[in-house]
């Protein structure tokens, strides 16, 4: 706690108790590196500086002040949760981590952090850095993949936390696991609690935690299409409302199931069956993208289409240039508009 309060890391959500503020902090930074979540998070909380102005926010404006971070289930499940508290508690995050915990998209972590930092009781926040850091000092080698190992990582906690200043120490032993404990090459020597390390002391630092691998990713193809319309407007659809990247906006794609289906004939025959739209479809692929997802991998093979077709197909919509921009689109598709509007 004193290495923290010494050497922590100037975030602008550490200016703050305000639990919203805590909260939306916390969402964005699962799975994302504080540099990436910075940014976001200004402005995000710019656009909504409170829980009832997230509450009363369309869903497109708040996936568009989303757009980039990913992972956008967590936009819409933080946006459920808070429209909860507006409804259910006027406004105020309760200080009650039975309650919290309850709120859509908050688990065991986040009702830690938020329960610690903006209210100062002692309930664990154990998230990856905090896994490695206390597997090290106690030399736990059970399975983190598992998720029942979290519940050992809890207990540990629970034994040793902080009742004076729980906020110091949950946020402490995360910043030791960001800038000391590392993953690999850990920095030992400038470590406040490596006379309390059972893994230093027996040499075996970089051999915890125990984690297994993941399963190999999976390879999806396909074609998009970027259609344009004679008066110069784009097409683009909404995915479903439940499912990968639920909710946002990209250029029309098929699925690539055979070797043949790259040829754009078949593309242009499965638009025009699926939406009715009749295709001029450029031969020459306009682009390629490739991204990796944390379980999938897309390769899209992009070509351009015109059409003369006024029909607008269902949970579709006809754009500008200009309107594109005003819309959230996930990061492969944001790749295919920023090439179309350079």
């Known amino acids: 706690m004193e290495w923290f309060r010494a050497e922590q890391r100037q975030l602008p959500w550490r200016e703050s ?51 980039g971070l ?44 938020i329960s610690s930092i903006a209210f100062g009781i002692p309930e664990p926040a154990v998230d990856g850095n905090v ?17 029942a190992t979290r519940k050992i990582f809890e ?29 690999t090459k850990p920095k030992c020597l400038l470590c406040p609690v490596r006379e309390q390390c059972v893994a230093f002391e027996n040499g075996v630092q970089e051999e915890l935690p125990v984690k297994s691998k993941k399963s190999s990713t999976k390879l999806k193809k396909y074609t998009t299409l970027v259609i344009q319309r004679e ?3 784009y097409l683009i659809e909404k995915r479903p409302s439940t499912g990968l990247l639920a909710g946002l ?19 242009q025959s499965e638009i025009d069956r699926e939406y009715g739209l009749a295709l001029e479809v450029e031969s020459d692929i306009f682009t390629e993208v490739h991204h990796i997802f944390s379980h999938l991998k897309w390769d899209l093979e992009v070509r351009k289409a ?3 077709t006024q029909k607008t197909p269902e949970n579709m919509v006809w754009l500008t240039t200009e309107e594109l921009n005003q ?16």
């Open 17 to 67: 108790k305000d639990p919203y503020r805590i909260w939306v902090s916390e969402i964005m930074l699962q799975q994302t590196k504080v540099d990436t979540v910075i940014p976001f998070y200004l402005n995000f909380l710019e656009k909504f500086p409170t829980p009832k102005a997230l509450a009363e926010a369309e869903e497109d404006e708040v996936l568009k002040a989303w757009e």
């Open 70 to 113: 990913g992972y956008y289930s967590r936009a819409r499940n933080l946006q459920s949760a808070v429209k909860e508290v507006h409804e259910v508690y006027g406004g105020k995050v309760p200080n009650d981590p039975e309650k919290i915990k309850k709120l859509k998209g908050v688990g065991p972590y986040t009702t830690g952090a």
């Open 131 to 147: 896994m490695r850091v206390m597997s090290r000092v106690l030399w736990i080698t059970e399975d983190i993949a598992r998720p």
């Open 155 to 183: 207990a540990a906690i629970r034994e040793v936390i902080s009742h004076e200043d729980p906020s110091s120490f949950n946020q402490g032993l995360m910043e030791l696991g960001a800038l000391i404990c590392t993953p």
């Open 231 to 233: 008066d110069g407007k």
């Open 249 to 267: 906006y990209q250029f029309p794609m098929i699925e690539q199931l055979k070797a043949t289906d790259a040829r754009s004939t078949y593309i």
């Open 306 to 308: 015109k059409t003369a």
């Open 327 to 342: 819309f959230a689109f996930p990061v492969p598709h944001q790749k295919i508009r920023q090439l179309l509007l350079s």
